[in-house]
């Protein structure tokens, strides 16, 4: 007996329902489920969020669209989509602009996506997100399939309802002032960026950060320049119970030495010339919640001492009083210095030192985030396409290569100027605005960058080491075989761990295996 075709792609999600699967995992087998379905070029589930759609998981795209934020007002196609409860298909000829154009893996000569299906995800009678599916071939998709999507979505909804219903009383708790907080911002509130990774040292901070924020220790976040500091302190406060009290930043090394004592606990009328009346400083403004001290490493000693009263005794006087205010307040500090080195040098004290790094927070520079770099890339293009009204900004797989290879000193920060700079490179080289804008290798600038190849270093014993290529597709070819083979020795030749591994999808790592002569 012959099985329907719909019904065979179903009972596996069905099955799905009673395990115990990472979220990953379960949406990877969810896309890879609906391609077998309705064969297309490219799937994506959303989720929504106020005004933002955030990829959860995609199937055929470039792998930076995880880091992308599509903000509705920016993208009409998904308001259509979220605008009726039925699937939509979208004629080949319509004027909306699609999201994905540019973005579709292994088609770089051909941008435009031409046939376009999609429908809302609903739980609990509200909207929660979209499916997305998308060819490069106009007529891909019938009637039928529209009946069929719209079944699969009704399980797909189960499948993510069954997925946030294995999350613990924590996790929901969180996810809620997530969602709380989110909402906020939408009513007008001062937006907070977000941490955007899936690499292990990712969720290893992540998991960190989780760990700490529910206490009310304070938090000393140690990393390099430019590797988001202030986002770990922002991200350790809304996930805190103090997240509904204000979190009040100040940058001790942007403040005259001469004023950062005033500005951290206030002063009265006549403490010094120009003090025209009271003020209350940082500490007042934070009572109840948290308190960012950016740089700590740059306070002035003197300073220093009477921060570790307040931290000792929660008590403060303002500069030129005798008066005593009581503050509740937590402190989180980050630095780019060693703090340990700083007290040996006497340069910090020792007993202040102790007192902020109760829990010390090491944020991972980004060249130890692997393909985070391309999600990280997929945020500030999607940034800087609504900045520039392009219809789409993408990068090109060599420029891709590149970045994976750049050493990252500035981190997160270089990454973010790098790619403006290079949107203004490429459109200036351009005879006239492109439709869909491709950042290759030369508009990012990385300089001269070492050999490709030479990145990665042998892990099998004796193994020679693969030589410098001159040639840029062959060097990056070979840093894919590299990266390939090295994936699976450590997935001992499972082939679909090392596509989890490596962020792509099995059947393009068979393919491209098969192209590197790997198979």
């Known amino acids: 007996m012959t099985t329907h075709p719909l019904l065979q792609a179903l009972l596996p999600l069905v099955d799905d329902l009673s395990r115990e699967l990472d979220e990953d995992e379960r949406y990877r087998r969810l896309l890879s489920a609906l391609r077998a379905l309705i064969p297309c070029d490219a799937t994506a589930l959303l989720r929504l969020e106020g005004d933002l759609l955030i990829p959860l998981a995609v199937d055929g795209l470039s792998p930076d669209t995880l880091g992308r934020r599509f903000t509705l007002a920016e993208h009409p196609r998904f308001e259509v989509l979220l605008g009726d409860r039925r699937p939509t298909r979208f004629a080949a000829d319509s004027d909306l602009p699609d999201p994905y154009d540019g973005l579709v893996e292994e088609h770089v000569g051909h941008l435009e996506v031409h046939d376009c299906l999609g429908c809302p ?22 009637q ?6 719209e079944a699969f979505a009704r399980l797909a909804a189960a499948s993510v309802k069954a997925n946030d219903r294995l999350l613990s009383l924590t996790q929901r708790a969180e996810a809620e002032r997530q969602l709380a907080a989110r909402f906020r911002e939408v009513a007008g509130q001062a937006a907070t960026a977000e941490l955007i990774g899936q690499s292990p040292a990712h969720k290893r901070l992540q998991a960190e950060i989780d760990t700490v924020a529910g206490s009310d220790l304070t938090v000393l976040i140690e990393g390099e320049t430019g590797v988001g500091k202030e986002l770990v302190a922002q991200s350790i406060h809304r996930r805190s119970p103090r997240a509904g009290k204000p979190l009040i930043s100040i940058n001790c090394a942007a403040l005259p030495e001469q004023l950062v004592e005033s500005e951290l606990f206030g002063h009265v009328r006549g403490a010094f010339t120009g003090a025209s009346g009271e003020r209350s400083g940082k500490f007042e403004l934070a009572d109840g919640g948290t308190l960012f001290l950016d740089e700590v490493g740059e306070l002035p000693l003197p300073v220093q001492a009477k921060l570790l009263r307040v931290l000792q005794s929660g008590q403060l006087q303002r500069l030129g009083s005798d008066r005593e205010h009581r503050v509740d307040v937590r402190i989180l500090a980050a630095t780019n210095r060693d703090l340990a080195e700083e007290v040996r040098a006497g340069r910090f004290r020792a007993d202040l030192y102790h007192r902020l790094s109760v829990y010390p927070l090491q944020v991972p520079p ?17 940034q800087n396409r609504a900045r520039f009204h392009l219809r789409g900004l993408r990068l090109a797989a060599e420029a891709q290569a590149a970045l994976l290879g750049h050493a990252w000193p500035g981190n997160v920060r270089e990454l973010e100027h790098l790619l403006g700079r290079a949107a203004l490179k490429a459109m200036a080289r351009q005879p006239e605005r492109p439709r869909i804008l491709s950042l290759e290798t030369c508009d990012l600038d990385l300089g001269p960058a070492p050999a490709v190849p030479q990145l990665i270093t042998s892990e099998a014993p004796g193994e020679p080491a693969a030589e410098a290529v001159g040639d840029l597709r062959l060097a990056v070819d070979a840093y894919q075989r590299q990266l390939i083979q090295a994936a699976l020795r450590r997935q001992q030749d499972n082939w679909a761990a090392a596509a989890r591994e490596l962020g792509v999808d099995r059947a393009n790592l068979h393919r491209l295996a098969t192209r590197l002569g790997l198979k």
């Not at 995800?121 to 019938?142: H, K, N, Q, V, Y």
Request: aromatic letters at 8%; zero cysteines.
């Open 121 to 142: 995800l609903f739980i609990d009678d509200r909207p929660w997100g979209l499916i997305t599916l998308d060819s490069m071939e106009p007529g891909s998709f019938a």
């Open 144 to 149: 039928s399939d529209l009946d069929n999507l």
């Open 366 to 382: 980004l060249r130890e985030r692997g393909r985070d770099v391309l999600l990280l890339a997929g945020h500030f293009l999607e």
